[in-house]
């Protein structure tokens, strides 16, 4: 089983949607989770840190939940330029540790 | 600027010959790190190190290896002994003992 899981998808939305990622991750000594954005042939970008209280960068939200060992992230009101892979990580003993990404495509 | 810089973009070697890829950073970080990601894969944890003359073996070190001599640089070579190494390589840093990791432009290597 991979330490930290996501849905490959791609999850294919209209301009203007939310749409929600998850991931869930299987080291419970995980200290702090971010998610990266990496688009096509590009390198992983820093998009957010999530924090157990939530957070919120624009349309842009983040939240943990260390019970269920799950993450999300839920992007409101989808721009094209939204489209990329969103990669979920987990950071433990000093290491980052990257799910497989979610790729997302916004349509017009 | 700042930053992190990678060369080259893109490699092309035969089988069987050794290949270094370049991986510098002026952001005065302590860690640096190697990772390679394949095809609609996530990033997988070659080598690292922490400090200067210090380094660490990922999970897939198995065919490559790393020197540490400055703290700006962390050189990785592809051995003939890496059984698939076409892939692209991304090299990465963090200031010591944080967890943001900031990413170069990679190397996409293609061995012929």
């Known amino acids: 089983r991979k330490e930290v899981e996501q849905d490959p998808g791609p999850f294919n939305v209209p301009e203007g949607a939310t749409v929600a990622f998850n991931c869930t991750y299987s080291?419970?000594?995980?200290?702090?989770f971010f998610w990266y954005r990496q688009d096509c042939r590009k390198e992983p970008k820093l998009l957010m840190s999530?924090?157990?209280s939530g957070n919120e960068d624009g349309r842009f939200t983040a939240q943990l939940n260390r019970a269920s060992q799950y993450i999300s992230l839920l992007i409101r009101d989808s721009k094209l330029s939204d489209s990329a892979t969103y990669l979920c990580?987990?950071?433990?003993?000093?290491?980052?540790?990257f799910g497989g990404g979610t790729r997302l495509m916004v349509k017009p | 600027d700042g930053g992190i810089t990678q060369s080259p973009k893109y490699l092309f070697r035969k089988e069987g010959q050794n290949v270094t890829l370049s991986c510098e950073q002026n952001?005065?970080?302590?860690?640096m790190y190697w990772y390679r990601q394949d095809p609609g894969q996530g990033l997988r944890l070659i080598y690292y190190?922490?400090?200067?003359?210090?380094?660490q073996k990922g999970d897939i070190a198995e065919g490559y290896s790393v020197s540490r001599e400055k703290k700006e640089s962390f050189p990785l070579t592809v051995t003939s002994a890496q059984k698939n190494p076409t892939a692209f390589y991304l090299c990465?840093?963090?200031?010591?003992?944080?967890?943001?990791?900031?990413f170069g432009p990679g190397t996409r290597l293609t061995v012929l």
């Open positions: 990465a840093s963090s200031s010591s003992g944080a967890d943001t990791q900031y």
């Open positions: 080291n419970s000594a995980s200290q702090s």
């Open positions: 999530v924090y157990s």
């Open positions: 990580v987990g950071f433990a003993g000093n290491m980052l540790t």
């Open positions: 952001l005065n970080h302590d860690a």
């Open positions: 190190s922490q400090i200067v003359n210090d380094f």
